[in-house]
T-cell receptor, first 113, second 111 residues
């Protein structure tokens, strides 16, 4: 069964550093998403990406965040200058045309110290 | 008011019990409805979509009441492996399918 993959599984970084979280969505999917889940809290939408551009973003997704699909397979989330409160699980998801089920990757646990 | 509200639980039930989870949503433009399951520190996985007519998948039954903006999930004959957090999820018309998650209801099934 096709699956979404994410790397790394765990990233530890110091406050103020840049991090890039990587995702490989399912190959024929067209819609891509990033969600985050702070420990003990609900899953929150960050951004959706379609046709090589951001289609929607949440209030959380401020100027410190950016997304890219550099090569037609990878989908990345960059946080320019991490803060302590960015510590969370970051989930990538993808969706096929006409589908309703978003497939989630296993997540990257980001720890900012 | 939260967009999607769930009883956080935990629900502690013995094997074989029937357990029901409820969820309400605030945005009447909500278009699609789902129950996801999340195991500890894992990604959410789709359990089932929820339709107005109600739907059943084995031991799991989901119901939607659009007038009351209410969604339910019934689990019959609980198994130890059902222990997880159950997430009520909606998406909004015109929202590029972004998912709005409830905080989840934790279920612990014991022998």
């Amino acid at each position: 069964e096709p699956e979404v993959t994410q790397t790394p599984s765990h990233q530890v970084t110091q406050m103020g550093q840049e991090v890039i979280l990587r995702c490989v969505p399912i190959s024929n999917h067209l819609y891509f998403y990033w969600y985050r889940q702070i420990l003990g809290q609900k899953v929150e939408f960050l951004v959706s990406f379609y046709n090589n551009e951001i289609s929607e973003k949440s209030e959380i997704f401020d100027d410190q965040f950016s997304v890219e699909r550099p090569d037609g397979s990878n989908f990345t989330l960059k946080i320019r200058s991490t803060k302590l409160e960015d510590s969370a699980m970051y989930f990538c998801a993808s969706l096929g045309q006409g589908d309703h089920e978003q497939y989630f990757g296993p997540g990257t646990r980001l720890t900012v110290t | 008011r939260k967009e999607v509200e769930q009883d956080p639980g935990p629900f502690n039930v013995p094997e074989g019990a029937t357990v029901a989870f409820n969820c309400t949503y605030s945005n009447s433009a909500s278009q699609s409805f789902f129950w996801y399951r999340q195991d500890c520190r894992k990604e959410p996985k789709l359990l089932m979509s929820v339709y107005s007519s109600g739907n059943e998948d084995g031991r799991f039954t989901a119901q939607l009441n659009r007038a009351s903006q209410y969604i339910s999930l019934l689990i019959r004959d609980s198994k130890l492996s059902d222990s997880a957090t159950y997430l009520c999820v909606v998406n909004i018309v015109g929202g590029y399918n972004k998912l709005i998650f409830g905080a989840g209801t934790r279920l612990a099934v014991h022998p």
